[in-house]
């Protein structure tokens, strides 16, 4: 957890809204560093409802059903920055966020060892055909056969993007004595004894167990589809826990039926229900050695819980010490304290001169800069100044007469 800083506007006066029932380790972070306006709301709020509320709040958390609209930024006047307690941040209309300088943070990979581990467990699941036997057993047929069951160890793991999830998933693979060959189009340093497969076709043609893990982008859309499906060995197994628009389920479907995959772990699908309890299609459904699953991959206690602290911290981090690392908007800097001095952010729209003008105004005055940071994306500029503690506050209101400014605040 980040060190409590004196902070030069109190802690008790920062309102801090949390939608959508956030982990109570999140709330329980916030009273522990020192903030006591922590108001929590179990549901997600309307645009209606949001505009009301956001007026006086200065720290928003969210998770992925509440829609932050350009109309609610414009309202929300104090606003500093908004938490997603989640992977994504869909739900906030980034760019409305960035012209009003507010700092947007998820958790992008809070879960990645959630949907490691559950990989491994389908990967036994399918490679000893337990969905079929368990279908039977409940229906109360007794199936004991050991044709067509067989061990993980020895096999071979095909890792389709070895980014986060599927580096760990490469690591828990061969604790259990898999073969692990994957393949990404960066260049991936292999952990273990894994093996870069340098081609798809090559860890397609050569693993017993094919899992994807790749974002969803215009290269991936149908990754596995009729021509790469025909490349994949006969009778392995396919698991997508990425993007529902990866894999080409009709597709799928048919090497099912004919034999030429030996079973499937769907958790993703190119149309997924809004909500439980709504009706849910797939080419895929009353397949033998199919297992189907509503987007839980990540979905766990742990993951709900890391995602709490991982959000707060990127929170305090940029309250306390105005580091934007991790941000979707305002311009990601990682800073070093300055013992001795008070540090100032400055968002402005990224035109020319605002630097300079900014120079200019405090050099006129005296103020000694001790520390100068800038980062710019296309549409705002950040500046973090580090300032002589005695003309902080002469600063200030220079900054905030500074033409293109968006927002200034104190920190110390
Ligand atoms: N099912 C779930 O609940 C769940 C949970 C978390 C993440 N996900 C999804 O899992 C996927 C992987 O997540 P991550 O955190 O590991 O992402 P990541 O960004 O860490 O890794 C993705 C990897 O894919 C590689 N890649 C990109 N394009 C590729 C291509 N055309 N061919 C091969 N490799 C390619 C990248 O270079 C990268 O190494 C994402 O799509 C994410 O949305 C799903």
Known sequence: MANAEKTSYPKEKIRILFLENISDQAVKNFQQQGYTQVEKISKALTEEELIREIKDVHILGIRSKTQITAKVLEAAKKLQAIGCFCIGVNQVNLKAATKNGVTVFNAPY??????????????????????????????????????GSFELRGKTLGIIGYGNIGSQVSVLAESLGMKVMFYDVETKLPLGNATDGKTLKEVLSKSDVITLHVPETSQTKNILNRNTIKQIKKGAIVINYARGEVVDLDELRKALVEGRIGGAAIDVFPVEPEKNGDRFQSPLQDLPNVILTPHIGGSTEEAQANIGEDVSIKLFNYLEKGITFGSHTVPALALPPQEGSHRILHIHNNVPGVLSAINTELSKYHINIVGQYLKTNDEIGYVVLDVDKRLSSKAITLLKEITHTIKVRLLY
């Open 110 to 147: 809070s879960n990645t060892r959630s949907v490691a581990e559950l990989v491994i467990g389908l990967s036994i699941m399918l490679i000893r055909r337990i969905p079929d036997k368990n279908k039977a057993a409940h229906e109360g047929v007794w199936m004991k056969d050991a044709k």
